[in-house]
């Protein structure tokens, strides 16, 4: 056989004639932009990135500490409460943005976060409340500035008891969070199931960082890297992460969260602003309620549960337009042409 006849390897070719020979299209991959893995993508994010501090708040003559996640150091106190579940850092893309014009307050209620209490499954409405109220007063005393309470779901309905109580001085406002009376009482007794049907155990933060995006309880992801951590603890004896609040113990105090809710909100002696996730059923209460203008009602689509979460820019938005709309101060109500006596001229 005459090797004269055989076609040139590849390898002998010089870099000429590697360069004049056709290409195939289909002899090469077009250049694609790197993709980042799991890891990468659902990795945590620190609060620090969006809030200014953290602090522990002890409760006298109580083994009860409550931690509290603040930013900004002008205007009114925007106090948050997160829902049942989530934790303080719930707030936090929305307090990167409300903190340049008002200070946030994000605390972890009992039994979620950080917090540390002598009973961590008691989420009987009045011990939440009871344990607002005493943070409250231990970080701000007997006259604390201009606040407005708002609150997610569960913290939804802590901020309308607490609201309604009428024992907090300088309330300015209250925002609930994608919470109504009839609805959450409706889904009560689905509640179980849906607790039982979550992925409980996670081999990671970051499995658990993307269950809770893909599963679509979270839909912003960077978000959900901020928040998921801190509603987790690490299982020695199961070398896996579960859920650090057990909400499957709390199956008892459901019922007071939300039953008279509404007739609460109503009461509260306060500009309000309901803000709500889809076409929620409003019962014959709140419609009256709007009817006669008693709060402002905004429904903001493209959005799951956690709406401050899901769509902070937007959140936060609403919480600053209700806050210049309502003319809340640092002080409270502030009416223009009407100087307060501290201001009062010599």
Same mark, same amino acid.
């Given at each position: 056989?005459?090797?004269?006849?055989?076609?040139?390897?590849?390898?002998?070719?010089?870099?000429?004639?590697?360069?004049?020979?056709?290409?195939?299209?289909?002899?090469?991959?077009?250049?694609?932009?790197?993709?980042?893995?799991?890891?990468?993508?659902?990795?945590?994010?620190?609060?620090?990135?969006?809030?200014?501090?953290?602090?522990?708040?002890?409760?006298?003559?109580?083994?009860?500490?409550?931690?509290? @996640?603040?930013?900004?150091?002008?205007?009114?106190?925007?106090?948050?409460?997160?829902?049942?579940?989530?934790?303080?850092?719930?707030?936090?893309?929305?307090?990167?943005?409300?903190?340049?014009?008002?200070?946030?307050?994000?605390?972890?209620?009992?039994?979620?976060?950080?917090?540390?209490?002598?009973?961590?499954?008691?989420?009987?409405?009045?011990?939440?409340?009871?344990?607002?109220?005493?943070?409250?007063?231990?970080?701000?005393?007997?006259?604390?500035?201009?606040?407005?309470?708002?609150?997610?779901?569960?913290?939804?309905?802590?901020?309308?008891?607490?609201?309604?109580?009428?024992?907090?001085?300088?309330?300015?406002?209250?925002?609930?969070?994608?919470?109504?009376?009839?609805?959450?009482?409706?889904?009560?007794?689905?509640?179980?199931?849906?607790?039982?049907?979550?992925?409980?155990?996670?081999?990671?933060?970051?499995?658990?960082?993307?269950?809770?995006?893909?599963?679509?309880?979270?839909?912003?992801?960077?978000?959900?890297?901020?928040?998921?951590?801190?509603?987790?603890? @690490?299982?020695?004896?199961?070398?896996?992460?579960? @859920?650090?609040?057990?909400?499957?113990?709390?199956?008892?105090?459901?019922?007071?969260?939300?039953?008279?809710?509404?007739?609460? @909100?109503?009461?509260?002696?306060?500009?309000?602003?309901?803000?709500?996730?889809?076409?929620?059923?409003?019962?014959?209460?709140?419609?009256?309620?709007?009817?006669?203008?008693?709060?402002?009602?905004?429904?903001?689509?493209?959005?799951?549960?956690?709406?401050?979460?899901?769509?902070?820019?937007?959140?936060?938005?609403?919480?600053?337009?209700?806050?210049?709309?309502?003319?809340?101060?640092?002080?409270?109500?502030?009416?223009?042409?009407?100087?307060?006596?501290?201001?009062?001229?010599?």
């Amino acid at each position: 056989m005459d090797s004269s006849n055989l076609t040139t390897l590849l390898e002998d070719e010089t870099p000429e004639q590697q360069t004049q020979r056709p290409v195939s299209a289909f002899a090469s991959k077009p250049d694609r932009p790197p993709t980042q893995n799991s890891l990468q993508k659902y990795s945590p994010l620190v609060w620090s990135g969006y809030f200014d501090r953290e602090d522990d708040i002890s409760i006298p003559e109580t083994d009860n500490v409550f931690h509290v @996640y603040i930013a900004g150091t002008e205007g009114p106190v925007v106090f948050c409460l997160h829902g049942g579940g989530y934790s303080g850092l719930s707030f936090a893309l929305a307090a990167s943005k409300i903190k340049e014009k008002a200070r946030v307050v994000a605390m972890d209620l009992r039994g979620h976060g950080k917090s540390v209490t002598e009973n961590d499954v008691d989420l009987s409405i009045e011990t939440m409340c009871n344990d607002v109220l005493a943070v409250m007063k231990a970080m701000y005393g007997d006259s604390p500035p201009a606040t407005v309470l708002v609150g997610h779901s569960m913290g939804g309905s802590v901020a309308v008891h607490v609201a309604a109580k009428r024992l907090l001085p300088n309330l300015a406002g209250l925002v609930v969070v994608d919470v109504v009376e009839g609805t959450a009482m409706a889904s009560l007794i689905h509640m179980q199931k849906i607790l039982s049907s979550r992925m409980q155990h996670f081999s990671s933060v970051e499995k658990a960082i993307e269950w809770s995006v893909k599963g679509g309880s979270l839909r912003n992801v960077d978000s959900a890297r901020v928040s998921v951590p801190s509603t987790l603890k @690490y299982d020695d004896a199961k070398k896996c992460y579960t @859920y650090r609040a057990c909400l499957e113990e709390t199956e008892q105090y459901w019922r007071g969260w939300y039953e008279g809710l509404s007739d609460k @909100y109503l009461s509260c002696p306060v500009p309000k602003l309901l803000m709500l996730a889809g076409t929620d059923r409003l019962d014959r209460a709140l419609t009256i309620g709007q009817m006669q203008g008693k709060f402002q009602m905004v429904l903001v689509r493209h959005t799951g549960h956690a709406i401050q979460e899901d769509v902070p820019e937007e959140f936060s938005n609403l919480i600053l337009n209700f806050i210049s709309r309502n003319r809340i101060g640092p002080h409270g109500i502030e009416i223009p042409g009407l100087r307060r006596p501290s201001q009062s001229l010599p």
